[in-house]
């Protein structure tokens, strides 16, 4: 049996564009003689396409779409997902379905189960669980077809749910002779082996190959890496889907053994997802310039590097934006980073608008001594200036706060946490080093100065500032951060864990739950951790718990 | 029989201090001979504790504190709510639950059945649906308990969900002598009167007195207006909690027929409902000053009157922050509202400042025209000031845009979208005037200067700018807005039912999408209306459908 995984990166609602873009494989599917065409969960409208759902034309939309992919099948079996409506009893009045076509024909719908609602997921909120299962004849053979979530249970990978099924045990009476998934699984650090131990726990129940097809593309804040999955019978790893683009995966079940090596390039993968997460952004909005602010600090560096490879040289502008407190060697690494990736340069000094407006502030701010007031003002003139290209020349600003400094609060809202997206609001800051020295050695060349990765980091808005004068050390920072954000570690136990005083534990922590009010006006993060701030992580700003 | 509906406001996560007011109240209506005291829904943590549940110790904490409870319950019956962990299979590991207690020992607990995932509510993502009712023997009677959203599915006034069960039906068997309801019900625009019509409902079917017990006060964006209600058992509406406010309200059963009037004051309760959001965002986070930018115009002239009311004239601080395209009506506008208030007020020139900004973009925007990136920097530069003075002097910013404009993008992120809290974001402009209006009628004088009211809306970012230049009349966008945001109508039933052209509200339509990415970023919006943007309506920035 030849099987297309047609990893594809769909727009949310562009429902003629999306259909096209489905017709258009259907197409090159028949010409080279596929059996059955598998694509993404949520196809036709795209993964997740959020409150769009809840409006009935949205509905209607997708269904006559449907007829359209239908009229496009003859002489082929396709699988694709959309939102049908609930005909039936049950909570909510929509499911998360694939249509299950054949020759022109709709032999029916199969509903998503298990419905995810943690994290980033919000599926309880529109959908009903499907109820029943069967395996569908497709080019003569036993077809078990599910969703996304609904293979996950199965090997005991959900995240705070206990779901009372497990579609892949009520599919082993029905002896299916292939099992494929449509699936739309973001990425996130680390990620993509354990969806191949998923697919293979699924294989050795069922006795049968396992396809999962996955969406590509990143939507909002959310970035789908790809890496669609062929294990055959004997839990062979055959083929992997290629990272953070789209592939058009064909697969023939008769091709007798193989077995594809899976190394997985932790940080490379990581890089990956947040170029696709920015050319995403920009250009399935049809934007193609970005501007951010160059410092001459390290955060600032990675993002330049990866807006240059998202959108090209040409389409980058980084802003020096020096005050009194700016040292020469941040304006030159500045200046060098940007020769060396070869984007746009241009130098706006702030002072004379921070005298300006302390001017005007001066009466009210008598016998005051400076404080971070003054800070923030500078990291506000800033975004003031650099919103103001962003207005007059179109370009979107990217915002360079990494999730250590965020998760603190050592940030300045409507300042350095302003912009269309926050690239690196989900890497913490050792990480963000990791990745500008895998950077350079991937490079071959300090693209990033080695000054810019060796000096203290400093937000440089007071004489002679470092981070550590007013945080511990980043090592400390992130692991807290791993312990209580991604892992809801109890206090004691992450102090003991990493060695880290208990106090000092506590203090972090309150420091986390403090910040949320800046978080929740921040840009909005691209999510690549197990659990990113923003997106996926839902806490009251007023609270008194800690 | 005496029951005590304790209408109190809990902190959300303050577990020691919402204890603490818990235990007070039992010790008082013990000294009344009250026999069961019914608390709102989740009492001990407060409603939404959101993510915060997914600690366990804070599942422990709550724990700890219902020891305490049971402790201080000797002589007397208490319905207490708090989150319990699902020791038994299910999808999720933690109910949403009251605790019953009789005379110092834990009878039971009750979880919820039904779950509201929809809108502002979230509790798919955490809690497993109840599956078991009975009745309690509490002071020689048979008392139903059920939680929040467990009642209304009977009346029919669920949102976008139609649950398999209805509580109140399967409770017909036992005969209840009395139903109690422990509640934590959003305030929203004329939904007091619906809440009343549940209870009657419930009360016909189970030929009983129905005492419901709302959660009082706002956390974050979401106000709990109380109006805790006692009908008897003839569905007269026998007692009334008070609106926004705490109230301990002693209901004797026996105390023969009654008949309250409710007579609903929309817009006086609106107003109640942002005062007391406002004063719950501050004092709950033990914050006492608020300032905010004095345009003249009628938004920031009704804020001003909100925080006074909620902070007490001494506590409020009006920033006037004229430049060039000021009036001088409305720099007097400023004024005059500021002395008829009693509010402190300042005058910070902004010309300065944008000069010198101006100045050092020229060299990059030379032979350009001035445009809309000329008038965002007025309102960023405004941004800077404002938040200045909240750093050095510990005010927090009220922004004050409408829900018109901030559905309409007329408006600057990191300017006038600025804030610790937008307190009108959800009131559409045309309610604006009518709270002004009701405002002076109410005060029996032109508190807000007649000018205000009667002037063109204005941003005054250039010469003779009006809003009308960009926007179609107020008139229209909020029937836009109802249609389209509020009921999820089709474009052209809006076009028919309000009477505009369907090229226009297409066109409104569209600025609502792409407004998003601004409204992403704005300050947290108090709830008030059906469908408020943020919170309860999660749409994706990029997206091509509109």
Known sequence: MKILAAQINPTIGDLDGNTRKIIDVIKEAKSKKVDIVLFPELTICGYAPEDLVLHNSFIDGMQQRLEQIIRASSGIAVVVGLVRRNLFSGEKDLFNSVAVID???LLGFQDKWLLPTYDVFNERRYFEPGQDTRVWALAGKRVGIIICEDIWQHAGYVDLTNYPRDPVQELEKYHPDILLNASASPYQFQKPDVRIKVCQKASKTLKCPVVLCCQVGANDQIIFDGYSIYVDKNQNLCKLGKACEEDLMYID?????????????VLGDLYKALVLGVRDYFHKQEFTKACLGLSGGIDSALVACIAKDALGAENVLGI????????????????????????DFIELPIERT???????????FEGKEEDVTEENMQARIRSVFIMAFSNKHGYIVLSSGNKSETAMGYCTLYGDMSGGLGVIGD????????????????????????????????AELRPDQKDLDSLPDYQIVDHVLEG???????VDNIAEKYKIPIETVLNLVRKIHQAEYKRRQGAPVLRVSKKSFGIGRQYPIVQKWM
Request: include cysteine; proline fraction near 6%; glycine fraction near 4%.
């Open 427 to 458: 890497v913490v800051k050792t990480r963000v080093y990791d990745l500008c020295r895998w950077y350079n050695k991937k490079h071959k060349k300090d693209v990033i100065p080695s000054t810019v990765i060796e000096k203290a980091p400093s």
């Open 354 to 364: 921070f005298e300006s407006m302390k001017k005007t502030l001066n009466p009210y």
């Open 253 to 265: 079940t008769e091709a007798g053994s193989c077995n594809v090596p899976f190394e997985y390039d």
């Open 484 to 490: 209580y954000v991604e892992d809801y570690l109890r």
């Open 320 to 343: 020096s934006m020096p005050s009194q407190f700016t040292s020469e060697q941040s304006k030159e690494d500045a200046k060098n980073l940007a020769t060396n990736l070869g984007i």
């Open 103 to 105: 020759n022109g024909t």
